[in-house]
């Protein structure tokens, strides 16, 4: 008997082969439903070159072929159903559009279809969703929220009677508005998105961004709008917030942060109220004499350096002593170096800062990275820095990456919005996270004195940059100070881009310095 | 326990006992007076510190500090000063009062009502461990929710107490809590 089974069932194998469109079709039908070749090869059970045959020529057969003429046939009548309640919906304006394309199975979409009018994501429902404005069901989503988008559907309950003006029943959620071909193009998206509870309105906003956004209104909610209140309440919060925002941003990572490593004396503090051995090589430099003649003197201010600054080579583990080793990229740390010896201390400032004693010191990465890059053979401004001890561990630059641009992007939201709370409090979040990370008693989850002072120096590092930089470009540098202070004289808006972004720098004062015409007028200030 | 270490060392390994760095961080989240006993500044403040009400005298004598109130009169004046073992006393007192005092809180704080405290464990160094004898040990982090035990056995300044309740907690790192019995460095915060 089995022998006729397996007879029977080659028997039955052997029919008519699935009917399967054009080439073109497939490909247009596949794009159209915005899937990509490895999707559906993955679906299919074959490699995404295969499908690239089929889409551009060649023909799969046997049971593959079923399957595949069984996608294609499901894809163009979602698509075709869907644009024909769009086109149905849609006056003529939509017409043309589609007798167009009359060579293809279905009738095309917008010539744009990535693009909306006034770039609002508006998405269809196929189920609707009560209106956030007047709570009856509406077929579109507008970021997020459900709503009408025509004035006249939307009537608050109170006034508009519910029965008497239904809302548009679930078999024509389209009808009546004027924008509902802008979806065209995205009838799968829309059927996607409305299964799960993912694009819910009033849900609790996830990510870090979120967070940072639900804080800031919690508080205001609490001080009921008070802006003063509030303001000194986030920044209280500003702590135990930014390693809530850190715990958040490395959620699925790659490499934890290790917040209680051994830490190797030099970095521990000599006394209660002293300092440990790292120079961190803050600048603090004016220029000895300016060139001749009266000059405006600009003061620049560079937005957010230690913000910037949080992108920086961390190590990750607990420091691992070395002797006589060279630089090795991959890790970082502190190392103690002899610094070269620096002649252009006239025109720019010695890049591992004033110090005043000779010898040898304990740098941290980012300072000897500059040493290293300022002796390369592009600038040759040094000799390279001796290396005689490192303490390093394998380093990565991407730690904080996340967490700096939650608050990067918070703060240019709130700069963007006017909101003085919200840039408050993300100031206060980043400066006062990068100062008690060390042996602070204000913040006892991070204990990484390392890097606190590798991002000081990368934030003096960035500022020693943003110096060579102007200097190059043919302003003079008269002075450098701090984490963001930067004095020139020149047309300085040429090379630095002014403004209150990150990658900006803002005036802070202009003043009038140098001698007038061979008498003394000194630095006004 | 099969897991332990019997000669922990021989082969160049180097490290300190789980509990001796558990009881090191947790002194240093008590805190309490820098200053050496050695200057008159520090051990007047220990002083000062443990004469402050009769309970913490009283809790000083218990602790051992076995001198009359005269002594401690003539100490506190400025007449006499303390011999050098005494001082060696005073420190230790000091230091026993003092956990005494914070180990409540502090209980309070590590317990957070039963969500525990993160803990690190940074493995033993291998760096002086010949070659073929190294093994990967990696760093570990376990929550740890009862904290009861260890720090009511270091505020009684019970080393082996305290060693046997670490113990009995890093169990939960699994079958190989061994390697974990010597460590580098053990980090939680409070």
């Known amino acids: 008997m089995s022998d006729f089974d397996a007879i029977d069932s080659l028997l039955d194998a052997v029919g008519p082969e699935a009917e399967l469109p054009p080439c073109q079709v497939r490909r247009e039908l596949r794009e159209r439903a915005r899937l990509s070749k490895a999707q559906v090869a993955r679906a299919l059970g074959v490699s995404p070159s295969t499908l690239s045959g089929w889409e551009s020529g060649r023909d799969p057969a046997g049971e593959i072929r079923t399957k ?157 709008g008070d802006v003063d209140a509030a303001t000194a309440a986030l920044l209280k919060r500003a702590i135990p917030d930014a390693m809530r925002l850190l715990d958040e941003t490395r959620k699925g990572a790659r490499y934890d942060v290790i917040a209680h490593p051994w830490i190797p004396d030099i970095l521990k503090k000599q ?10 090589a803050r600048p603090k430099w004016t220029r000895h004499e300016l060139p001749p003649g009266r000059h405006e003197v600009t003061a620049l201010d560079i937005n957010g350096a230690y913000l910037s600054a949080l992108k920086t080579h961390l190590p990750l583990g607990q420091l691992e002593h070395s002797t006589g080793l060279a630089h090795d990229r991959r890790r970082s740390g502190v190392h103690l170096i002899t610094p070269p010896e620096w002649e252009h201390e006239a025109v720019l ?143 300085w808006r040429r090379v630095f881009a002014e403004g209150r972004g990150v990658t900006e720098v803002k005036v802070k004062d202009t003043y009038a310095a140098g001698t007038d015409a061979g008498e003394h007028a000194g630095e006004g200030e | 326990m099969p897991e332990k270490n019997i000669d922990f060392g021989r082969f160049g390994a180097q490290g300190i006992k789980g509990s001796d760095a558990v009881a090191r961080k947790l002194d240093e989240l008590a805190g309490g007076i820098a200053t050496p006993v050695t200057a008159k500044r520090g051990w007047t403040a220990r002083l000062h510190y443990l004469t402050k009400s009769t309970q913490t005298l009283k809790a000083a004598q218990d602790a051992g500090l076995t001198v009359t109130h005269r002594t401690l009169k003539a100490w506190l004046e400025g007449e006499r000063r303390p011999s050098k073992a005494n001082l060696k006393r005073i420190d230790q007192v000091y230091r026993a009062v003092r956990r005494h005092n914070v180990a409540r809180h502090l209980l309070r704080r590590l317990n957070r009502d039963g969500r525990g405290t993160r803990v690190e464990i940074h493995p033993l160094n291998q760096s002086q461990v010949p070659q073929p004898l190294q093994r990967v040990v990696e760093y570990r982090t376990m929550n740890v929710r009862r904290w009861d035990r260890i720090v009511g056995s270091w505020a009684a300044g019970d080393p082996q107490s305290l060693d046997a309740a670490w113990q009995d907690t890093i169990v939960d790192l699994g079958s190989q809590w061994g390697q974990y019995e010597y460590v580098t460095n053990v980090g939680f915060a409070a």
């Open chain 1, 271 to 280: 006394t209660a109220r002293g300092a440990d051995q790292i120079w961190e």
């Open chain 1, 68 to 224: 595949y003429a069984y996608l294609l046939d499901g894809l163009n009548t979602k698509l075709a159903t869907e644009t024909a309640t769009e086109t149905e919906a849609a006056p003529a304006a939509e017409r043309p559009l589609t007798s167009d394309t009359a060579a293809t199975v279905t009738p095309s979409s917008s010539p744009d279809p990535g693009q909306d009018e006034d770039g609002d994501d508006v998405e269809l429902l196929v189920v609707p969703e009560p209106c956030v404005l007047c709570g009856r069901p509406a077929g579109q989503r507008v970021a997020g929220f459900a709503q009408h988008l025509a004035p006249a559907d939307c009537q608050p309950t109170a006034t508009g009677a519910p029965a008497a003006a239904p809302a548009p029943p679930a078999e024509q959620p389209t009808a009546q508005t004027p924008k509902a071909p802008l979806c065209t193009a995205r009838p799968v998206r829309a059927t996607e998105r409305s299964k799960g509870p993912a694009r819910h309105a009033f849900q609790e906003p996830s990510g870090p961004v979120g967070l940072i956004r639900e804080a800031v209104q919690g508080v205001l909610a609490e001080h009921r």
């Open chain 1, 349 to 491: 400032p010695n890049p591992i800062g004033q110090r005043d004693e000779p010898g040898p010191l304990w740098v941290t990465e980012p300072t000897l990275r500059l040493l290293l890059r300022l002796s390369g053979p592009k600038h040759q401004l040094c000799a390279p820095p001796q290396i005689h001890e490192s303490y390093t561990s394998g380093a990565t630059e991407n730690l904080l990456e996340k967490f700096r641009i939650a608050l990067k992007d918070a703060r240019d939201t709130a700069i963007e919005q006017g909101d003085t709370v919200t840039l408050e409090y993300v100031k206060a979040m980043y400066s006062k996270f990068v100062s008690t990370m060390g042996e602070s008693n204000y913040n006892r989850e991070l204990y990484r004195p390392d890097w606190m002072h590798l991002i000081r120096s990368q934030a003096f590092a960035n500022l020693w940059l943003k110096a060579l930089k102007a200097h190059d470009e043919g302003l003079a540098v008269v002075r450098a100070m701090g984490t963001d202070e930067l004095h020139v004289i020149g047309d």
